[in-house]
């Protein structure tokens, strides 16, 4: 079957790209324009699974509010007039010029957001374009979510870029950490079935969730309630158990690790007992938990979010990988492995973190992300080599880093500001010029992101399902065409190659990734039956995706370590500091309250809340114990103002035991006040200008967003506003 072009009537299988799931779609196209997006049963990675948020896609498509033609900011803040995109290119590339000229590329700063990961045009683009002009302040939605993880790999495994995953179909005890997997689709996984293959791990044995919320997750399996940004009391016990009581796998321990035995040392004061004052979990269940890890043959730990962003996430991160290590859980069946992409073999694995000198003092330099705080500071304290241009592609970080007001100031002081991106949002508000991009269905990819990352190894491209909507353009067109205009053209260098102008005179970034594909190694069959590299055009005759193999190969996981000692490191004189920081933590005092966050079906960060059959059963609210309300008065409904050391918000209070006592717990992406008129009109506050700019983990940067201390109390009712 051969793929149609764009503008053809008829069914078009693609795939969604808001997750990580890139679950398989048909979009019903007559007359140029998409009527239905469905679920593809044909695609057999994703098996006709779909969410609401797939199939309610077209209402970010065809939105009246969506940006259609370049805007140019002519009054205040989200005050703009539309101009041609040559005009708009020609000054902010007049302008750009003028910064470096004045200042060098030390005077611009980008930020990449969470959709940028999400396509091959963006992602392959925007750092060919950064690395050209030299610019070397980059910032993104990592921090946010995943830069203790990204230390983490380069300590353990010597690339920040190699990340491992749960061998999920072929695991009989997922003991899942910080993850809300049934809601977020699974992250650093990319599992289409998830709740298929968890609810068949807990049918032939047990999946254990640990959060502070009884989540979506926790609810249908197991859960251990734990106290926020404790989990490295939890985690440093178990592995303390398990060298105690003769569960490290010692043999292999000695053959194929470095520093096992310092780590041991580092977790020996932290018995089950000092873990449980900390954690709130019982000490015999944490000692519990330890045995059955370590005696089940297939088991595995996992941890997402709600390991990044707390005081100690690196530690954390680095305890989850040593357990499954230490256990003899790394690179067998059901274990903690790393994923089979195909594009394995052509890409380089540098080591991806250093301290980086910056005028404003040494700063975690973590897989080409600085810490967000540094971008507020360096926009608005005067000096030479001081921020003075951002680009942002596809980030909203007023509604979604730390920084607040501080944040907004710094960004309407900046000479030049351009964001690409689908909106006026609470961000690119204060940017000079929005430049229009269009959505997935508009442009062609592979689930680049994904590949590392599947546990059953697949792939699909899909071709562009309608032209451009108005004047939007792909990101690398932007990119593109705004080097063009400054006199460059963009390549991009992967490991020893250099990829120029791969379909001239345009940077194609499709075509890269071809090259990359052929030089991966992994050879396919063709409809034919004949043995092929795989190539964009062998996919194009696999609409519904390719499966590459049944399962992961996992004992190949040792080969891809990238220290050169081919070992994994547990221990790195980087941590013993975290560990002395660690032991000098007092436990949580009676009434102290911890704000953490939380993730709704219907939500995608900060940016679907357009969709009027997505916001209108949604109405965030501060979820908290019915102790901790009492205990202060608050009944269910009541307005609160919620306070830290950075800022406050005034919400109303949904009392829950779905809670932990001790924390509360609001979602992150509201509080809207851009270009977005249904997203306007909903309820809800900005819950991160509660967070601090200075980080909460300083060795990764990462952000303090879960165990923000809080106190919280209710407002009289006449003062109460809305929001
Ligand atoms: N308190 C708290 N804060 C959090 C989190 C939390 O749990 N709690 N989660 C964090 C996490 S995990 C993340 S990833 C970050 C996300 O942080 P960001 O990446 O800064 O924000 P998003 O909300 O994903 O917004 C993405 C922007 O991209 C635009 N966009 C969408 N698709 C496209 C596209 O195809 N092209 C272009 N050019 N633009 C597009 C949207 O309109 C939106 O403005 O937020 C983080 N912030
Ligand atoms: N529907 C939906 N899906 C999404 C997103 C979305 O916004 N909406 N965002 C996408 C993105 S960008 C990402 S990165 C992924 C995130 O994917 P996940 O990490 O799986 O999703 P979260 O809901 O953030 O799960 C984090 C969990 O950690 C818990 N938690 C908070 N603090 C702590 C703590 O200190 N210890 C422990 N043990 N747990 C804690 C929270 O209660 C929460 O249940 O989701 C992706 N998928
Ligand atoms: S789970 Fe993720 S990839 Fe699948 S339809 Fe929903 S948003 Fe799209
Ligand atoms: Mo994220």
Sequence with gaps: MSQQSPHEDGRRATFCRICESFCGLEAEVSGGRIRALLPDGANPHSQGQLCPKGTSFLDVLYD???????????????????????????????????????????????????????????AMSSQPFLAHFGVWKTFSSVTQDAAARLLASHILYGSAFRMPIPDLP????????????????????????????????????????????????????????????????????????????????????????????????????LTPDIASDHCGIPAAQIADL??????????????????????????????????????????????WVFGDSPLEGAMPFPSGFEFRETRLGA??????????????DDILTDGPG???????????????????????????????????????????????YILPCTTFLEREDIPLTGLAHMIRPFIQYSDKVIAAVGEARDEHDVWNELAAKLHAHLCAEIGNSRYCHASAPHFEPMAVMDALLRGGGVKVRDPAGVEQPLSIELLKRYPHGLTLADNLTCSNS??????????????????????????????????ELRLFGRRAPLSINSWMHNSSRLVKSQFPSLMMNSADADARGILDGQRVEVCSISGSMQVSVTVSDEIIAGAVCYPHGWGHRGGWQRANATQGANVNELA????????????????????????????????
């Design 692 to 723: 601090s700019k200075t980080p909460g983990d300083m060795l990764s940067g990462s952000t303090l967003l879960d165990g923000i201390a809080v106190t919280v109390r209710r407002i009289a009712e006449e003062s109460a506003r809305t929001g």
């Design 64 to 122: 009246p509010d969506r940006v259609l033609t370049p805007l140019r900011r002519t009054g205040g803040p989200g005050e703009f007039t539309p101009v041609s995109w040559d005009e708009a290119l020609a000054d902010i590339a007049d302008r750009l010029a003028s910064v470096l000229r004045r200042d060098g590329a030390d005077a611009i700063a980008a930020y990449l957001g969470n959709p940028n990961w999400f396509g091959v045009s963006a």
């Design 386 to 432: 001081r921020t003075r241009a951002l680009i942002v592609a596809s980030g909203n970080m007023v509604l979604t880093a730390p920084g607040g007001r501080e944040l907004e100031q710094a960004l309407d002081s900046l000479d030049v500001f351009v964001s690409l991106d689908l909106y006026v949002t609470e961000t690119n508000r204060f940017a000079d």
């Design 558 to 591: 040792w080969s891809k370590i990238s220290h050169e000692d081919g070992r994994a490191h547990l221990w790195n004189a980087l941590l013993d500091p975290e560990l002395e920081r660690m032991r000098a933590t007092p436990v949580a005092g009676p009434g």
């Design 363 to 376: 700063k975690p330099y973590v897989g080409n992300n600085l810490p967000f705080g540094f971008l507020i």
């Design 290 to 335: 330890a045995r059955t890890f370590a005696h089940t043959p297939r088991a595995v730990a996992y941890g997402r979010t709600g390991t990044c962003r707390g005081r100690f996430s690196t530690l954390i991160n680095v305890f989850i990988c040593a357990l499954n290590i230490v256990a003899g859980k790394f690179a067998v069946p059901g274990g």
């Design 170 to 269: 072929r695991c009989d005890f997922l003991l899942a950490i910080g993850a809300n997997m049934l809601v977020s689709h699974g992250s650093v996984l990319t599992a289409p079935l998830l709740r298929e293959d968890l609810d068949a791990i807990a049918a032939r044995g047990r999946v254990v969730v640990v959060d502070p919320r009884r989540t979506e997750t926790a609810g249908r399996y197991e859960h251990i309630f734990v106290r926020p940004d404790t989990d490295a009391w939890l985690l440093g016990a178990m592995l303390n158990v398990i060298f105690q009581e003769g569960l490290a796998q010692l043999q292999g321990l000695a053959q194929s690790t470095v520093g096992w035995e310092q780590l041991r040392d580092a977790v020996q004061f």
